[in-house]
């Protein structure tokens, strides 16, 4: 994978999401699962987002595609799919505005932007053969026969790999890798320019999830869509992606190259992280993880939401919120006032 | 302490505490007619030395979960014995696990959800091993439970006792299932995949808590992943398992960086390891884990394997044992 | 990932004292009948009605099977409820009924279920010969016609009301032991479980003491499930003049109406009270297990406070995620 370390250029960029806030309304009052999150994917890049249970990244995946049901609502920020704002998207086509193209949800969901979820049975509809499933999609959205949409679900599984013998079996005659590779073969059917993955890998072996992914790998590079790739592995996070962003509870702490992010993390919370990942190779030393665990996000701490677990930052700053700032070339982090900073960086 | 596999090396001078020989295990699926067989388990064999931590790492589908059930006896083998300090408790208790087995052997589960009752205090939880074994009595119980939970890292003890398990977060229940298990003071734990639910945080101060009572207590370990480097990490030996076969077991390091059989060699490909460089390595993988049902004569690992030769489909490889209790069934070396 | 944020405080508010036994889970069941409208009123109905039957000598004083006139008077100013065709009180007849009807609906439930319970537990929990052995005989009883087994057994046994029930819980227990047992395999198989056996404890404690609690909701649910069982269908029972005639019941008050041919003569005050009041008390307990099912299927209630929560925003049916902008 190639290291990207120049910002991206306005015109190749494909997904600009600026200042997101995501929340739930529950009885207890409401969630604040995403808090003013900003970051861009440029053309033919993967974009990685890691961060432990409740950091938010799952929603904001949910969110790019409007899938979220209430009582999630979406309450502040853009979400700029070339150039088209998705929150102003409805169940009709608007008029085209300044040469931008502009959808109706139907038609922007999976031949724009897809998504393969993290368990492929959560996506495939067990009682109904998978070309039926390929070829109901490729139906509605191309208008074209059947026989072509057939066509269209053999050439899928040959990019995949699958064995086109293998179209007409039902999910559960698949094995657990072929039916991950399936779900894939159906979220790019419509030849998608945003692919994103939620954890596509986590239930399968790590065999089969290398092979996977080397797969999507060469996809990419052939077809040339962008990923965002949501998981909490960041050991199998920095192999994939171009850059990485770092979530904790439900704020963007850290965006940086992936390479860049391993070699020199800032945010203490990237540090913490990864001291919780063991090696296979190289000196054994002790990790110890982060004490404490994710904050309650109906009543989030304030200020910096990691503080009450941070052993870095002293005197601890609870109440201004941390500035997403661009502290190096292409590196960004959270700062806020008294944080330590490696030299060379501005504050 | 010499590990070795017990029908080739030399006897060790001490017994090893725990040793399984030949354990089989096999589960009848479908047709009254003719009922077919899941071999979940194949000829496993191997021992723990005292205070040792001993990393079974395999995939879904390898037999490692199956493994530590057999030997905690809630599920009963197809044969095979299982000895502790030397004396096989298939033959000394046939039935039932006597009270004492229950006070060496403990276990701790995968799910940290669902292994404490959601229905009773954690100090209810703690303190029955300790009634049923009769560690302790009237007001001793409550100090234990509380020593307990301060040797397990939850504090304070007075207040986590009282609470109920849906108060307190994964990683906190994981540490009440290891409070649990060392109330009886056992001297080998079964964790079976103790920090894979678990937020990755957090993983770490899990781990380091059972190195801890390995080293201060004596207590060994069989640490059940399907994670290399956690087994790294944690484990003085790892021995890999695939379709109900162990076919590698070695010390750790030497194991990860000198991977002798072809499976093993596979899966330390696999495992994405950024300090090796950022560059993606291609795996040769073909196919996937075989069935376990009324499986082909040979090694379960033929199909798949990029050295297959003849033999390999025809037998089961026997042991070969390389330098320093590094042992292996491959036909590569027999 | 699992992992759920823990709460930074306990969410129903800290236990006051050292509890060993999660009460506020185990008695969920209450909590849950309190809060949902409809169980709300059908406990309503159902207590009016137990008030009714145990304190019938203040309501109606007097011995209900007095003569106290002439037979098949129309309702007025002396009989609120007219004279049934013997010349009794209806009004009184139809209160005293209350007390022989719900008796013989809770007592067939509690008997049907302590059965249905041991056995479904026992079938569950050992498994083997003695599962195969406890599930024919289940089936059996599942298979077999009820009505007819149920006259059978009441024309041959001496008709009194513990006759009735104990012949009514043997024709019921089977369904709800069937649910038991298969409740109790699939607890039997939770890590919890599975931790009590290494941790030592012995099988009699695992079951009260693991798997039991798990299961009042399901108790309690089927309790009320054969309570109605019980009142309809010792209602049909007397009805056939199976039981002891010289009980007052809702029962036996429409034997009497059907014997005195009151649907001929239009004297609907004699059978249409007693009815009216068997079809109300299932109604009551029938809403009071919809509240049950809520504990049984927790999404139903999720989706319940959630509705509530969205009250008045018109985010009820949306096709995609709702966007409502706010200062940040």
Same mark, same amino acid.
């Given at each position: 994978m190639d290291t990207n370390t120049a910002p991206t250029p306005k015109k190749d960029v494909v997904l600009d999401i600026r200042d997101l806030y995501v929340e739930y309304l529950t009885p207890r009052g409401p969630v604040q699962?995403?808090?003013g999150v900003s970051f861009t994917i440029g053309r033919g890049e993967v974009f990685g987002l890691a961060g432990e249970s409740g950091c938010g990244k799952s929603t904001i995946a949910h969110t790019i595609l409007r899938?979220?049901?209430?009582?999630?609502?979406?309450?502040g920020g853009q979400i700029l799919y070339k150039g088209v704002d998705?929150?102003?998207?409805?169940?009709e086509a608007r008029p085209a505005v300044d040469g931008k193209p502009s959808w109706s949800l139907e038609a922007f969901r999976w031949a724009e932007v897809s998504m393969v979820f993290q368990s492929a049975m959560n996506s495939l509809?067990?009682?109904?053969r998978i070309s039926d499933q390929i070829i109901d999609t490729v139906v509605k959205h191309w208008k074209v026969t059947p026989k072509q949409a057939r066509d269209r679900a053999a050439e899928l599984f040959d990019i995949v790999n699958i064995?086109?013998?293998?179209?007409?079996?039902?999910?559960?005659?698949?094995s657990g890798g072929m039916r991950q590779r399936a779900v894939i073969a159906m979220a790019l059917a419509l030849k998608p320019s945003l692919l994103i993955m939620d954890e596509?890998?986590?239930?399968?072996?790590v065999v089969v999830q290398r092979d996977i992914l080397q797969q999507i790998e060469q996809l990419q590079e052939q077809l040339g869509f962008s990923i965002l790739f949501i998981t909490h592995d960041l050991s199998l996070m920095v192999e994939f992606s171009d850059r990485i962003g770092i979530m904790y509870a439900g704020d963007l702490v850290e965006m940086a190259p992936a390479s860049e992010i391993f070699s020199n993390p800032i945010h203490p919370y990237t540090q913490g992280l990864l001291t919780s990942f063991p090696s296979i190779t190289g000196e054994r030393r002790p990790l110890t993880g982060i004490p404490g665990s994710p904050p309650n996000?109906?009543?989030?701490?304030?200020?910096?939401?990691f503080h009450p677990r941070c052993?870095?930052?002293?005197?601890?700053?609870?109440v201004a919120a941390p500035r997403f700032e661009e502290v190096l070339p292409g590196h960004w982090v959270a700062v806020h006032a008294g944080m330590p900073l490696p030299t060379g960086a501005k504050g | 302490m010499s590990n070795a596999h017990p029908d080739h090396a030399p006897q060790p001078a001490t017994e090893p505490m725990l040793e399984v020989r030949g354990l089989v295990k096999r589960f009848a699926v479908g047709g009254l007619v003719r009922p077919r067989h899941?071999?979940? %388990?194949?000829?496993v064999s191997f021992s723990v030395a005292r205070g040792q931590v001993v990393a079974l790492v395999g995939e879904s589908g390898s037999g490692k979960s199956t493994t530590a059930r057999v030997i905690i006896r809630l599920l009963q083998p197809t044969a095979g014995e299982i000895l502790l300090d030397g004396v096989d408790v298939l033959k000394s208790e046939p039935r039932k696990a006597s009270l004492d087995f229950r006070r060496r052997v403990q276990m701790i589960f995968q799910d940290p959800f669902s292994s404490?009752?959601?229905?009773?205090s954690i100090g209810y939880q703690l303190e029955r091993p300790l009634l049923i074994h009769k560690r302790a009595s009237g007001r001793q119980v409550r100090e234990k439970v509380h020593e307990l939970l301060a040797t397990a890292g939850l504090n304070p003890p007075e207040e986590m006792a009282e609470?109920?398990?849906?108060? %307190?977060s994964g990683g906190q229940r994981q540490r009440v299932a290891i409070a649990r298990a060392l109330a009886v003071e056992p001297e080998l734990i079964l964790a079976d995949?103790?920090?894979?639910?678990?937020d990755v945080s957090i993983r770490m101060g899990v781990l380091n808590l059972m190195q801890r009572l390995k080293e201060e207590r004596g207590i060994g370990f069989l640490y059940i992943t399907h994670d290399l480097a956690s087994a790294r990490y944690i484990g003085d030996r790892t021995m890999v398992m695939y379709a109900g076969h162990v076919v590698e077991s070695g010390e750790s390091t030497e194991l990860m960086e000198n991977p002798k059989h072809p499976y093993t060699q596979l899966l330390l490909a696999a495992v994405p390891n950024p300090q090796a460089g950022l560059t993606t390595k291609t795996v040769q993988a073909r196919g996937e884990v075989p069935s376990l049902i009324d499986p082909p004569p040979g090694c379960p690992f033929a199909p798949r394997c990029?050295?297959?030769?003849?033999?390999c489909r025809q037998a089961m490889p026997t042991t070969t044992n390389l330098a320093s209790g590094h042992w292996l069934r491959c036909h590569l070396y027999s | 990932m699992a992992e759920q944020p823990a709460p930074t405080q306990p969410i129903l508010g800290a236990p006051q004292k050292p509890q060993r036994v999660d009460w506020r889970r185990r008695f969920q069941w209450a909590s849950i009948i309190i809060s949902h409208p409809q169980a709300r009123i059908g406990l309503f109905i159902v207590v009016a009605l137990i008030l009714m039957g145990v304190f019938a000598p203040l309501i109606a004083p007097g011995d209900?099977?007095?003569?106290?006139?002439?037979?098949?008077?129309?309702?007025g100013d002396e009989f609120i409820l007219g004279v049934d065709p013997l010349g009794r009180n209806e009004f009184a007849l139809v209160v005293w009924g209350a007390r022989v009807s719900l008796a013989i609906g809770f007592g067939t439930a509690a008997l049907g279920m302590l059965i249905a319970t041991t056995v479904g537990m026992i079938a569950g929990y050992f498994g083997g010969l003695l599962d195969d052995i406890l599930v024919l005989i289940m089936n059996l009883f599942l298979v077999i016609p009820g009505l007819p087994l149920l006259i059978l057994l009441a024309a041959y046994l001496r008709p009194s009301t513990a006759t009735v029930i104990f012949t009514l819980a043997i024709t019921g227990w089977a369904f709800n032991a069937r649910i038991i047992r298969a409740v109790t395999l699939s607890l039997r198989e939770k890590d919890y479980v599975a931790a009590a056996i290494v941790a030592g404890e012995d099988n009699l404690t695992i079951i009260f003491r693991q798997i039991l609690p798990n299961m009042i909701n399901l108790i309690v649910g089927g309790f009320i499930g054969m309570s109605i069982y019980g009142i309809a269908s010792s209602t049909a029972l007397a009805f056939l003049g199976l039981?002891?005639?010289e009980d007052v019941s809702w029962g036996t008050n429409l034997f009497y109406a059907q014997n005195g041919n009151s649907l001929l003569l239009g004297a609907w005050w004699v059978f249409v009270p007693s009815g009216f009041l068997v079809a109300l008390s299932a109604l009551g307990l029938a809403w009071i297990n919809f509240g049950m099912d809520e504990i049984t299927n927790p999404r139903l209630r999720a989706e319940r406070e959630l509705r509530k929560a969205l009250k008045?925003?018109?985010?009820?049916?949306?096709r995609a995620t709702p966007v409502i902008r706010r200062g940040h």
């Amino acid at each position: 994978m190639d290291t990207n370390t120049a910002p991206t250029p306005k015109k190749d960029v494909v997904l600009d999401i600026r200042d997101l806030y995501v929340e739930y309304l529950t009885p207890r009052g409401p969630v604040q699962a995403v808090d003013g999150v900003s970051f861009t994917i440029g053309r033919g890049e993967v974009f990685g987002l890691a961060g432990e249970s409740g950091c938010g990244k799952s929603t904001i995946a949910h969110t790019i595609l409007r899938v979220l049901r209430p009582p999630a609502v979406v309450t502040g920020g853009q979400i700029l799919y070339k150039g088209v704002d998705v929150l102003e998207l409805g169940d009709e086509a608007r008029p085209a505005v300044d040469g931008k193209p502009s959808w109706s949800l139907e038609a922007f969901r999976w031949a724009e932007v897809s998504m393969v979820f993290q368990s492929a049975m959560n996506s495939l509809n067990p009682v109904v053969r998978i070309s039926d499933q390929i070829i109901d999609t490729v139906v509605k959205h191309w208008k074209v026969t059947p026989k072509q949409a057939r066509d269209r679900a053999a050439e899928l599984f040959d990019i995949v790999n699958i064995d086109k013998r293998r179209l007409d079996a039902y999910p559960h005659e698949l094995s657990g890798g072929m039916r991950q590779r399936a779900v894939i073969a159906m979220a790019l059917a419509l030849k998608p320019s945003l692919l994103i993955m939620d954890e596509p890998t986590t239930a399968l072996d790590v065999v089969v999830q290398r092979d996977i992914l080397q797969q999507i790998e060469q996809l990419q590079e052939q077809l040339g869509f962008s990923i965002l790739f949501i998981t909490h592995d960041l050991s199998l996070m920095v192999e994939f992606s171009d850059r990485i962003g770092i979530m904790y509870a439900g704020d963007l702490v850290e965006m940086a190259p992936a390479s860049e992010i391993f070699s020199n993390p800032i945010h203490p919370y990237t540090q913490g992280l990864l001291t919780s990942f063991p090696s296979i190779t190289g000196e054994r030393r002790p990790l110890t993880g982060i004490p404490g665990s994710p904050p309650n996000l109906i009543t989030p701490p304030p200020g910096c939401r990691f503080h009450p677990r941070c052993t870095k930052c002293q005197p601890v700053e609870t109440v201004a919120a941390p500035r997403f700032e661009e502290v190096l070339p292409g590196h960004w982090v959270a700062v806020h006032a008294g944080m330590p900073l490696p030299t060379g960086a501005k504050g | 302490m010499s590990n070795a596999h017990p029908d080739h090396a030399p006897q060790p001078a001490t017994e090893p505490m725990l040793e399984v020989r030949g354990l089989v295990k096999r589960f009848a699926v479908g047709g009254l007619v003719r009922p077919r067989h899941v071999h979940a %388990l194949n000829d496993v064999s191997f021992s723990v030395a005292r205070g040792q931590v001993v990393a079974l790492v395999g995939e879904s589908g390898s037999g490692k979960s199956t493994t530590a059930r057999v030997i905690i006896r809630l599920l009963q083998p197809t044969a095979g014995e299982i000895l502790l300090d030397g004396v096989d408790v298939l033959k000394s208790e046939p039935r039932k696990a006597s009270l004492d087995f229950r006070r060496r052997v403990q276990m701790i589960f995968q799910d940290p959800f669902s292994s404490l009752s959601p229905n009773h205090s954690i100090g209810y939880q703690l303190e029955r091993p300790l009634l049923i074994h009769k560690r302790a009595s009237g007001r001793q119980v409550r100090e234990k439970v509380h020593e307990l939970l301060a040797t397990a890292g939850l504090n304070p003890p007075e207040e986590m006792a009282e609470k109920f398990p849906f108060e %307190l977060s994964g990683g906190q229940r994981q540490r009440v299932a290891i409070a649990r298990a060392l109330a009886v003071e056992p001297e080998l734990i079964l964790a079976d995949e103790p920090i894979s639910m678990l937020d990755v945080s957090i993983r770490m101060g899990v781990l380091n808590l059972m190195q801890r009572l390995k080293e201060e207590r004596g207590i060994g370990f069989l640490y059940i992943t399907h994670d290399l480097a956690s087994a790294r990490y944690i484990g003085d030996r790892t021995m890999v398992m695939y379709a109900g076969h162990v076919v590698e077991s070695g010390e750790s390091t030497e194991l990860m960086e000198n991977p002798k059989h072809p499976y093993t060699q596979l899966l330390l490909a696999a495992v994405p390891n950024p300090q090796a460089g950022l560059t993606t390595k291609t795996v040769q993988a073909r196919g996937e884990v075989p069935s376990l049902i009324d499986p082909p004569p040979g090694c379960p690992f033929a199909p798949r394997c990029p050295q297959v030769k003849d033999i390999c489909r025809q037998a089961m490889p026997t042991t070969t044992n390389l330098a320093s209790g590094h042992w292996l069934r491959c036909h590569l070396y027999s | 990932m699992a992992e759920q944020p823990a709460p930074t405080q306990p969410i129903l508010g800290a236990p006051q004292k050292p509890q060993r036994v999660d009460w506020r889970r185990r008695f969920q069941w209450a909590s849950i009948i309190i809060s949902h409208p409809q169980a709300r009123i059908g406990l309503f109905i159902v207590v009016a009605l137990i008030l009714m039957g145990v304190f019938a000598p203040l309501i109606a004083p007097g011995d209900p099977n007095e003569f106290v006139g002439m037979p098949n008077q129309k309702p007025g100013d002396e009989f609120i409820l007219g004279v049934d065709p013997l010349g009794r009180n209806e009004f009184a007849l139809v209160v005293w009924g209350a007390r022989v009807s719900l008796a013989i609906g809770f007592g067939t439930a509690a008997l049907g279920m302590l059965i249905a319970t041991t056995v479904g537990m026992i079938a569950g929990y050992f498994g083997g010969l003695l599962d195969d052995i406890l599930v024919l005989i289940m089936n059996l009883f599942l298979v077999i016609p009820g009505l007819p087994l149920l006259i059978l057994l009441a024309a041959y046994l001496r008709p009194s009301t513990a006759t009735v029930i104990f012949t009514l819980a043997i024709t019921g227990w089977a369904f709800n032991a069937r649910i038991i047992r298969a409740v109790t395999l699939s607890l039997r198989e939770k890590d919890y479980v599975a931790a009590a056996i290494v941790a030592g404890e012995d099988n009699l404690t695992i079951i009260f003491r693991q798997i039991l609690p798990n299961m009042i909701n399901l108790i309690v649910g089927g309790f009320i499930g054969m309570s109605i069982y019980g009142i309809a269908s010792s209602t049909a029972l007397a009805f056939l003049g199976l039981t002891n005639m010289e009980d007052v019941s809702w029962g036996t008050n429409l034997f009497y109406a059907q014997n005195g041919n009151s649907l001929l003569l239009g004297a609907w005050w004699v059978f249409v009270p007693s009815g009216f009041l068997v079809a109300l008390s299932a109604l009551g307990l029938a809403w009071i297990n919809f509240g049950m099912d809520e504990i049984t299927n927790p999404r139903l209630r999720a989706e319940r406070e959630l509705r509530k929560a969205l009250k008045g925003t018109k985010l009820e049916r949306v096709r995609a995620t709702p966007v409502i902008r706010r200062g940040h």
